[in-house]
């Protein structure tokens, strides 16, 4: 599938939501925390014994446990030892990828943020949430490894608004991970099914789980375009005119639904999930599918 990234007419070529990314990390950090206050988590347990503050079992009192563990009032009604058992919290390593490619700057109205300026917020949302609950997370390419606290996220931070950030291709050529960590990755995914693919295939010998975030402006999903318009593709010299665009609305919407399906497949054989996002729908939604995406517990 060649780009469907859209732009109506050549007043709208290039836009890239200036002030919103010139003043780029205030604008993007005031969203992301919008989106974070009064959203409650909670906090991630492993499921394995350990210091925590969620019960998970009684078990029998051994001579290698430690007296203090011993829950006498469990104890008392069984008459024998018992101690209690909470689960482990461990921090999970969490690597994110926010595509920078000029069409992620695609936005069809004034009133919408572009894809680029969403796919950042919802990326620091949820980093913001991970730092909260003291998982591991760090950037893709970013040349730290995965750490927690204020310093990680700074650093986090920086990587994200990199200018140079990759793009697809660039990620594909060079992309390391470590084994049993989380990945998210955000993106229109608008690129060739024979690009993805490469990149699908790299990632199922990574043999970790992720998440496919799939960020669409509502022209890209919808086209609501009538009349003589020029589209010009926003990631080559790609153009077209059509004197009745409506007339192509179907066969449109038929192929980027075919895309679709292709990246749901794509999801289900690495064994991750997917996730789209309309750009003109509120962020809190997919905030949390995202955030409870990588609480689930791997196999």
């Not at 925390?33 to 014994?49: Q, Y």
């Not at 809190?284 to 791997?298: A, G, N, W």
Request: net charge positive.
């Amino acid at each position: 599938m060649t780009d469907l990234g859209l732009r109506k007419n050549s007043h709208r070529l290039e836009r890239v939501d200036a002030e919103m990314l010139s003043s780029s990390l205030p604008a993007l950090m005031l969203q992301a925390e919008k989106l974070v206050n009064g959203f409650d988590p909670g906090t991630h347990g492993r499921r394995k014994s350990g210091v925590g503050e969620d019960f998970w079992q009684f078990k029998s009192y051994e001579q290698s446990d430690p007296s203090s563990s011993i829950d006498w009032r469990q104890s008392a009604k069984r008459d024998q030892l018992f101690i209690r058992q909470n689960e482990l919290e461990t921090p999970e390593s969490v690597w994110f990828w926010c595509d920078n490619s000029p069409g992620m700057a695609f936005s069809s109205k004034n009133a919408i943020p572009s894809k680029l300026f969403q796919s950042r917020v919802l990326t620091l949302a949820t980093a913001l949430l991970l730092m909260k609950g003291s998982e591991n997370f760090a950037y893709i390419g970013g040349l730290q490894k995965a750490s927690q606290g204020p310093v990680s996220f700074e650093r986090f931070t920086e990587n994200l608004l990199r200018l140079d950030s990759k793009d697809l291709a660039t990620l594909t050529t060079g992309l390391r991970l470590p084994k049993k960590a989380r990945v998210v990755l955000v993106s229109d995914f608008l690129y060739p099914q024979e690009q993805l693919q490469k990149f699908f295939n790299i990632l199922q010998q990574t043999e970790n789980r992720g998440l496919l975030v799939q960020i669409n402006d509502p022209a890209e999903i919808g086209f609501p375009f009538k009349g003589r318009i020029l589209f010009k593709g926003m990631n080559g010299p790609l153009s077209a005119l059509f004197g009745r665009s409506e007339n192509i609305r179907d066969e449109y919407l038929e192929k980027f639904q075919a895309h679709q399906n292709f990246l749901k497949q794509a999801a289900r054989k690495l064994q991750w999930d997917y996730l789209g996002h309309n750009t003109e729908n509120p962020m809190s939604e997919p905030l949390s599918s995202i955030f409870f995406s990588l609480q689930r517990k791997t196999k």
